[in-house]
């Protein structure tokens, strides 16, 4: 409801309207919003003479948009005809007045609002005490139920079962569709939401578990050398002592605090990864679930950064012929970042307000653009200002979820049975010979992660290279490395090159720290704390440590270099978030190491998809490759398409090194955009020629289906309108249009023969 309706309604609102109606107002006008506009229009103030002309176009636009204004005059402070004397006799004491008129006000209500669906804490509870029962039979180890208990108890407690049951329906959702979903953040760090089925991550400590019998073991979790396992994945295989069957290994060793903190004293924030795919269906499945009148995206703040800030300053100064200090440009360039500079729209934040409410309750909201007939509303204000108080769901769109897709139809292949300890998987992090490649290649060098999620940049393959990861949870530690700020360079990195201590040691994710000083003696929440200030950043800024604690973790023995490395850090990934992401990358990797051409045909469609495959350069043999790679990594002027184009022509060359060959693009046998795998070798599609585009792709495989016989190159040109000179020059230069001639006229020679 309106906030006008509460006094425009209602058999007991009479005075009101009459009130409104001597004034002018009709009854038509009353069941219009009423829009208050406070006017410091003044005939003392210059500045504010003109503000009377300035209401009146609000007031019209209002009008036109469907609302009534309701204009009143507040105090004016200005520094001008009003100070007529020596010193400020109005402008000053105004502003007192100004500020004491004031009503102090909460923009927003305090409590969380979240949306309705019926039954939500009965269902969550069920349903995960019903999973809980499946994977650890009917008395299950206390250390289970205990951590089960403690969630639910803050997740009940203080009405967050929507939140999970939401994430839950949408995950379910997608599944049913075929696609995997991917957890982000630290939404992992729940059992509640492992055993709801929002994410993979399971987060006990490591232990096994028998899938037949039920029999579980959290207590020889540990190597030979008395240090405990990182992760359930990395443990040696068991058979279950009871019944014999083979046990599942799990746990990650994540503790619930990082999503909710204590007590749950944190709102929850889910954020999960769909199929770019199936984004959009996710999108509308959501308004399904709370009606498409309570489902706005999340509005964002674009602020100035710091680069773009000192172009700013750069060109002030230039403009002005003013030359300054260095010291004085870093001043002004300081004092204009972080300033608002844009609105616009989060890539797949939906807020959703609660059933019985109206979104203006909460927010104004707005077009996009200003465009009044798009689909999609935006929140008005940016969502932190009202985290605490509406449900917001991140739906984004990855990658990883839609190529798991494509390599599961390839080959049949469920992802989710893919072991994570498969060895010929884990040795490409650390040499590319399970590819047949030998180590050391000038192009493909000490790793075989090329194209591998998380670990295919230049950047990743040489931090393997430094760190040597013979276990999943290293991989996870890395993974932390690298998504971190001020973590790996100029800090972990030295300690690991240099010997201080190894990799399974240092920092990677903000849940080691927390772990390992409760490790160490130090009282949970206490660690905890640290933690939370590490993470953010605080410490690096200078901020002041928490009370004694470096005396403290000198006492119980933490070192130097541990304390100077937390020092340093000015973000720390969750752990969650890595798990999630180094299992998609691994499920990935074992597909490239175990079913190549599925691999392969899935990795280039997805870089055809966003323009970073070019047939010119690619498929004109292993020669012609390697001289596209050596004459971009030569030129220091390489723009940033080439450098982009850079990392599909090394996976191009690795694909010709494993002996594999692509078939040549043929306008009857090529798809329009997926490479199809053909006697032990790729057929690109036509996007793979760069600049041909979808349109002229989409056209040559509607006329190829059509079952269209072409005699020549105009036969070509006249089936498909889309499909222009230039493509088909294109085409002629790969070898696509065959032996056809350019035209289909004969000529009387032709027609009669020879004489």
Not at 188 to 217: Q, W
Request: aromatic letters at 10%; a negative charge.
């Amino acid at each position: 409801m309106l906030r006008s309706e509460h006094i425009l309604k209602g058999l007991g609102n009479q005075y009101y309207r009459a009130t409104y109606k001597s004034m002018g107002f009709t009854t038509e006008d009353l069941k219009r919003p009423l829009i208050g506009i406070a006017n410091a229009w003044s005939e003392c103030v210059p500045g504010h003479y003109n503000l009377r002309q300035v209401a009146q176009r609000v007031k019209d636009g209002i009008y036109r948009a469907g609302g009534n204004a309701v204009e009143f005059g507040t105090i004016a402070c200005c520094d001008g005809i009003s100070c007529s004397g020596s010193g400020d006799f109005y402008s000053l004491p105004s502003r007192e007045t100004i500020a004491d008129s004031v009503e102090s006000f909460e923009l927003l209500p305090k409590d969380l609002f979240p949306p309705s669906i019926p039954h939500a804490a009965e269902d969550l509870e069920r349903m995960v005490w019903d999973k809980t029962h499946e994977l650890y039979g009917e008395n299950p180890p206390e250390l289970v139920t205990m951590r089960i208990k403690e969630e639910l108890d803050a997740i009940l407690g203080r009405h967050y079962e929507v939140i999970y049951m939401s994430a839950q329906k949408l995950v379910q959702n997608s599944l049913e569709h075929g696609y995997l979903v991917g957890s982000r953040g630290s939404v992992g760090s729940s059992m509640v939401a492992y055993m709801s089925g929002i994410t993979e991550v399971n987060s006990l400590p490591p232990h096994y578990r028998c899938p037949k019998c039920k029999f579980t073991d959290f207590e020889n979790v540990f190597m030979p050398n008395g240090d405990k396992y990182g992760c359930g994945a990395d443990m040696p295989d068991r058979t279950c002592p009871v019944c014999g069957a083979k046990l599942a290994k799990d746990g990650f060793d994540i503790p619930f605090e990082t999503f909710l903190g204590f007590g749950g004293d944190k709102v929850p924030d889910i954020d999960l990864n769909f199929s770019g795919e199936y984004q959009a269906n996710a999108h509308k499945y959501t308004e399904e679930l709370f009606g498409r009148d309570h489902v706005f995206r999340a509005g964002t703040i674009g602020t100035l950064a710091e680069k773009t800030a000192y172009g700013y300053v750069k060109k002030y100064l230039e403009e002005r012929g003013m030359t300054v200090s260095k010291a004085e440009e870093n001043r002004l360039a300081a004092g204009c970042v972080g300033v608002k500079r844009t609105t616009g729209q989060h890539p797949g934040g939906l807020v959703i307000i609660p059933q019985d409410k109206d979104v203006t309750d909460f927010c104004p909201v707005q077009h996009p653009a200003d465009d009044a007939t798009g689909g999609i509303i935006t929140t008005h204000f940016e969502y932190h200002s009202m985290e605490a108080n509406l449900l917001k769901l991140d739906e984004l769109g990855h990658d990883d979820p839609t190529m798991i897709r494509m390599l599961e139809d390839a080959t049949g292949v469920n992802a989710r049975e893919i072991p994570l300890d498969d060895p010929e998987t884990m040795r490409i992090f650390t040499s590319p010979e399970p590819l047949g490649v030998p180590d050391g290649d000038p192009i493909v060098g000490h790793t075989g992660t090329i194209g591998v999620p998380e670990f295919g940049t230049a950047f990743t393959r040489q931090m393997l290279v430094d760190t040597q990861p013979h276990e999943f949870a290293t991989l996870v530690r890395l993974s932390g490395f690298s998504h971190g700020t001020d973590v790996w360079a100029g800090n972990i990195h030295d300690i690991v090159v240099n010997g201080i201590a190894p990799t399974d040691k240092c920092v990677g994710c903000r849940d080691d720290i927390m772990l390992y000083l409760i490790d160490m003696g130090m009282e949970p929440k206490r660690a905890f704390k640290f933690m939370e200030a590490v993470r953010k950043g605080a410490i690096h800024k200078g901020k002041p440590w928490p009370d004694g604690i470096v005396e403290e973790m000198q006492q119980l023995g933490v070192p130097e270099w541990w304390i100077e490395s937390c020092r340093k850090i000015q973000y720390l990934f969750p752990k969650a978030h890595a798990v999630a992401y180094v299992t998609m990358a691994f499920r990935i990797a074992w597909f490239k190491v175990h079913e190549p051409l599925a691999y392969y045909s899935a990795y280039f469609y997805r870089r055809s998809q966003k323009d970073g495959f070019d047939a010119e350069s690619m498929l004109q043999g292993i020669d012609k490759c390697l001289a596209k790679i050596n004459a971009i990594r030569r030129n220091p002027n390489a723009t940033a398409k080439e450098e982009d184009l850079l990392t599909t022509l090394e996976a191009v060359y690795e694909f010709y090194r494993r002996g594999f060959t692509f078939a040549p693009i043929d306008i009857y046998k090529s798809d329009s955009y997926k490479f199809l795998i053909e006697d032990g070798c790729l057929r690109p599609p036509f996007v793979a020629i760069s600049g041909l585009g979808g349109s002229a792709a989409e056209d040559l495989k509607r006329a190829q289906d059509s079952g269209a016989k072409f005699v020549s190159i105009d036969d070509i040109s006249d089936a498909c309108p889309k499909v222009s000179t230039a493509h088909l020059d294109m085409l002629r230069k790969l070898g696509a249009l065959g032996d056809l001639p350019e035209t289909r006229q004969v000529s009387l020679f032709d027609a009669f023969g020879e004489m």
